[in-house]
């Protein structure tokens, strides 16, 4: 027979069990706290001109996008004065847009484009206005048809830049007339100083000022819960959101993610090639990382040069492009390009055709050109990276709502899961897309669109 190690006393023997239960308990409480919903500071401000008044008009009003024939007349004697510079030989779209491409875009912009045709297609959908925090914010909202038995849910998508609200177009039917018992009644608002929201007077109008924007509109619609798509700034808005109401955020859907650097990432840069599976890497995520130099580092400085101009000195930068169609047509399509595949830069047209219709583009650049918010629009550049954002507090929280994410091959950063559960806890869904690039929503409005019902249908199961 064996004997015990030790022999206990009953005193001893009610001490390590009290112990035991002790240790146990702040186990749990620890699991608990991880587990809690944690929140960051809403905060509040107020960017309309002047002072804040005593009180705000908290109406919601329709919106009807309007153009003129004195508009289009403008826009016409604009683009017949435009000067080019000759295309350097051989140089494609490495050099940036090639003008020889660019007339062609002007001609058809000028002789062929319908602006009037446009906007009856932009009005498809109910805009409305309403005034939050001094400024006259823009959004659409779509209800779906009508169907016994089905499940409606709340659902707002968010742009980035240089898109607007219209990038959506072409998926909002798939969210709102679905066929298996879920539809989606989406908002898509335009972040203020892009398109038809007001451009913030007052300077700070950053990613937790416009989540809080945001927050106030659902709220203002009656909504008490509801999910979050987005990509670009959309990806930081709608996470900020999540962070500061995850009470009210059914789940957060994003086609872009920037990781939190870290440790753990550091050493799966180093490592992750050749043992993926000690840091949690794919064979896809392998695929899409590695040479780490040359697919990451070096393409994101070759693309990045707007966001440090843009960073720094937008309104130098942007008056040029506020003044000429032709010169905003170039910066803007230019990114329509190269970020939906970096091999367009080998080619003439830059491959624009490929993936979108001229008409589709222009409307886009219109949006920008006839509200002129090119400006506004790159000042959030400034208004969020003029100070680390990564010592930022929204940066330094986790997200802790159901996540799900969409990886598209075309991405300008990949970000592999595991890089992802830093900063999101709760990742339900994680999606190797096919295809497609920045511009998810614009470029594969199907595949995007189906990758947001099956998460939201994994959330709804839970």
Known sequence: MQRPLVNLDPFQQQLLAGSAVAVGGICVYLMYKRRQVKSIPIGEGWWGAGEKPPAEDDKIYSFEVETSQEEIEELHRRIDRTRYTDPIEDGCFQYGFNSTYLKMVASYWRHQFDWKKQVAVLNKYPHFKTRIEGLDVHFIHIQPPHREGQQVLPLMLVHGWPGSFFEFYKMLPLLTDTQAGLAFEVICPSIPGYGFSEAPHKQGFDS????RVFLTLMERLGFSQFYLQGGDWGSLITTNM????????????LNMVIARRSLKSMLSILIGRYLPFLVGFTREDV??????MEK?????????????????????????????????????????????????????????????????????????????????????????????IEKRGDMRSGIFVPTGVAAFPGELVHCPRSWAEIRYRNILSYSYMSQGGHFAAFEEPQLLANDIIQFVKKVEKL
């Open 242 to 253: 999540a962070q500061m109401q995850p009470q009210h955020v059914k789940g957060l859907h």
């Open 287 to 292: 695929r899409r990382l590695f040479p780490f």
């Open 296 to 388: 990451n580092v070096y393409e994101t400085l070759r693309e990045t040069g707007y966001l440090h101009i843009q960073a720094t000195k937008p309104d130098t930068a942007g008056c040029g492009l506020n003044d000429s169609p032709v010169g905003l047509a170039a910066y803007i399509l230019e990114k329509f390009s190269s970020w939906t595949d970096l091999k367009n830069r080998d080619l003439e047209d830059g491959g624009l055709e490929r993936k979108f219709k001229l008409d589709e583009l222009l409307t886009n650049v219109m949006i920008y050109w006839t509200t002129g918010t090119i400006v506004s629009s790159m000042r959030f550049y400034k208004e969020n990276l003029q100070t680390n």
């Open 208 to 211: 937790l000022a416009a989540a």
